[in-house]
């Protein structure tokens, strides 16, 4: 190793080791003993390069070893930390944007397998029939496995109109099949509306993005206007949607709720624990609306299904969700990098941990009858409205909108509001 490579390691261990003992102030009693660990492993890690360094079959360079190092360190803690290189940060900011390159799949690992959440409507990922569930095992060929989150997108993403084959094997399949793609430009609205019938408005929110809230209001009032008056329910469809930024979700559950809790976080630092509240004003007035997750509903679409059903403000309605309910902050670093950590868990109105267990519907439907969940409050409410309103069929045969506007039909909007 070179002297300028052992003396940046040194500097990079000290540097560590002082902040180690930086954020353990208040607690004198407890520093030594948490000094003595860091400085042992500190120690191995350094050694572990250096040999790493002399005896690797293939020569490796010095900063390519220890950017191993630091993504190795991040991507153990859990599927969703990570090293961003400058290249993988400007990426991850074109994607909150709404336009990017790739294929249109939100991914995450499961078990280190990449796993699609969700494709995001109207992608390349959408029209070749990728669904929430199905695992990536390789990329032109080239197998996955071992391989970081990160840097499986990375190896997906590319120029558009550039060819691309996955291996996905799905989850109702024995072998995996090769499904060819084409790189695009991903431009996404992430609010789509329009009237279901006369007093029914339907808004498809597909990703959180910037400006979401601002589109979902002004989505609300030209249904108004379409309708020429206040709608009497509202279907809101949230399947599919992978999530996005924390804010849209705050601004869409803002819409619908006049106050408290929307979600919290939990986390063991002060700036990573966390609450939103509602502020007033229901642009709904009131009226009942029906929200629609499955399984591709994920993060940010958890967050607001969750709100609105622990607030009795909505039925849910569909499958149960991803369960992607952790808290990922962006930290810029040195190098135009940046690093990717989980720092809290989000947490329902209601105190429900969305982490791995996700967002259930309030009815089941199962041989053609209507089955509240155990324990929804909106369950046996929305049974009985389902039961009084007369069978609902759409022309693309979605059967789950179908209830939704079932259950808005046999609802009184201004009974459900005054049972909040």
Avoid: C
Wanted: charged residues 25%.
């Amino acid at each position: 190793m070179s002297m300028k490579t052992r003396t940046a390691l040194v500097l990079a261990i000290g540097f560590l080791l002082g902040s180690l003992l930086s954020v353990t102030h208040g607690v004198f009693a407890e520093r030594e003993r948490q000094a003595e660990l860091p400085y042992e492993q500190a120690r191995l890690l350094a050694e572990v390069l250096e040999r790493v360094r002399q005896g690797y079959v293939d020569p490796i360079d010095d900063e390519e070893l220890m950017e191993h190092a630091i993504r190795g360190m991040l991507s153990s803690l859990d599927d969703h930390s990570g090293f961003l290189d400058p290249e993988e940060y400007r990426q991850m900011q074109d994607t909150t944007s709404g336009r990017y390159g790739g294929l249109g799949l939100e991914v995450t690992q499961e078990d280190g397998v990449v796993t699609v959440i969700a494709p995001i409507a109207g992608s390349p990922g959408e029209r070749a029939g990728l669904k929430a569930g199905d695992r990536i095992l390789s990329v032109d060929g080239d197998s996955l496995e071992g391989m970081s989150l990160d840097e499986a997108v990375r190896l997906m993403r590319g120029e558009p109109g550039s060819s691309i084959t996955l291996g996905v094997l799905s989850p109702d399949k024995d072998a995996p099949r090769d499904v060819e793609l084409v790189r695009e430009r991903i431009q996404t609205r992430s609010v789509r509306s329009r009237l279901l019938e006369p007093g029914i408005g339907y808004l498809r929110v597909s990703h959180f993005r910037d400006q979401v809230g601002r589109q979902a209001r002004e989505a609300i009032a030209e249904l108004t206007t379409e309708n020429g008056g206040h709608l009497e329910g509202l279907v809101l469809d949230l399947r599919n949607n992978p999530g996005g930024i924390l804010r849209g979700a705050v601004e869409i559950s803002d819409l619908f709720l006049e106050e408290g809790v929307i979600v919290s976080a939990e986390g063991r630092t002060r700036s990573a624990r966390f609450s939103h509240k509602a502020s007033q004003g229901d642009l709904m007035l009131g009226a009942p609306i029906v929200v629609l997750v499955n399984r591709g509903s994920a993060s940010a679409s958890e967050i607001v299904a969750g709100a609105l059903q622990d607030h009795g403000r909505a039925t849910v309605l569909g499958s149960s969700s991803f369960g992607k309910g952790s808290v990922q902050t962006i930290m810029p670093l040195s190098g135009e990098a940046a690093m990717k950590l989980t720092t809290a868990r989000y947490v329902t109105p209601l105190g429900r941990a969305i982490e791995k267990d996700g967002v259930h519907p309030d009815l089941d439907f199962r041989d053609d009858e209507a089955v509240p969940r155990e324990g929804a409050a909106m369950g046996e409410r929305a049974r009985q409205a389902w039961q009084t309103a007369e069978p609902v069929a759409f022309d693309d045969d979605d059967e789950v909108l179908g209830h939704a506007v079932r259950v808005l039909r046999g609802m009184d909007g201004k009974r459900m509001a005054e049972g909040q």
